[in-house]
């Protein structure tokens, strides 16, 4: 009985090794941060409502030999943009956006990040908040006799830029003048 179950494991590999060779031949993917502007929050303020973002995506489909790209789909929360392999007969790389709608997107709990109480605030403060949404790829590969389906999923950052409020520049003066006469 054991010889029969070990040569029966010999053949379901043997007859689905071409497909695991095939699926090593996986797209590969970047992605760009989604940019957001915030404006300076009132202190307190912990849950922040992001608008729409946009990700700026590059994928480089790869099939297996004597294969060909079918089609290659892409998908951000409920946000998907499909595409035809004919799109990959010119160039090998697809650079695309996709808009992910602000009611796609839940509030992110943000401590001390652009808000008044935050002493960094006189200056532009960065905040990167890396795997904050996934990508999903699928990409469907044909010979005319099969297919073949390999997923592949890209972790996407969002980039926080706090603006803080610029002071008028005569302002700005005018208290160094009065610091300096203040010395004296």
């Not at 590969?28 to 502007?37: D, G, N, P, T, Y």
């Not at 403060?125 to 949404?133: G, S």
């Amino acid at each position: 009985m054991r010889g029969t179950l070990i040569s029966l494991t010999i053949i379901v590999l043997a007859t689905t090794w071409p497909a695991w060779a095939e699926s090593d031949n996986r797209p590969i993917l970047r992605a760009k941060a989604a940019s957001v502007e915030l404006q300076l929050q009132p202190s307190g303020r912990r849950l922040l409502r992001l608008p729409n973002l946009d990700f700026a995506l590059q994928i480089e489909p790869h099939c297996g030999e004597g294969m060909h790209i079918a089609s290659v789909s892409i998908s951000i929360a409920d946000t998907s943009k499909s595409f035809r392999g004919m799109n990959f007969l010119e160039q090998s790389t697809l650079e695309t956006t996709i808009r992910l709608p602000r009611r796609q997107i839940g509030p992110l709990a943000i401590e001390r990040f652009c808000t008044s109480e935050d002493k960094n605030s006189n200056n532009d403060d960065v905040l990167l908040i890396r795997d904050a949404f996934t990508a999903h790829v699928s990409l469907r590969c044909a010979d005319g006799v099969r297919e073949l389906v390999v997923y592949e999923t890209l972790a996407l950052a969002i980039r926080m830029v706090c603006k803080a409020p610029e002071r008028d520049k005569s302002n700005a003066i005018a208290d160094q003048e009065s610091s300096v006469s203040s010395m004296r």
